[in-house]
């Protein structure tokens, strides 16, 4: 079991930025880490993926060069920094975990075990 707790959500002007922090219960060893968001009417979407212990990341298109994704392995915690804010960013962010091998850490919902309960990114235009 994985409890995460996100924070760090707020409301900025576009073109700010924000970052999201997600702490987890337990190292993370051995899973995939994940940012999704919500919107509303819409479709969970991956944002951005880390495998804990490995480099690699993979960002959805429409983030790559504004958003990052890091861990602080020692905290058990996730990070999201959130540069160039967008309207269309806004959305409930989510932390998520997913026990995987990390060729298959990948930004699908269905993928990930644990979810955090979301905490909200208001960017205005």
């Known amino acids: 079991q994985v409890q995460l707790v996100e924070s760090g959500g707020g409301s900025v002007q576009a073109g700010g930025s924000l970052r999201l922090s997600c702490v987890a219960s337990?190292?993370?060893?051995?899973?995939?880490m994940a940012w999704f968001r919500q919107v509303p009417g819409k479709e969970r979407e991956g944002v951005a993926t880390i495998y804990t212990g490995d480099v690699g990341t993979n960002y959805a298109d429409f983030v790559k060069g504004r958003f990052t994704t890091s861990q602080d392995n020692a905290k058990n915690t996730l990070y999201l920094q959130m540069n160039s804010l967008k309207a269309e960013d806004t959305a409930m962010y989510y932390c998520a975990a997913g026990l995987r091998r990390s060729w298959e850490c990948r930004r699908e919902a269905g993928d990930f075990n644990y979810w955090g309960q979301g905490t909200q990114v208001i960017v205005s235009s």
């Open positions: 337990r190292h993370t060893y051995g899973y995939c």
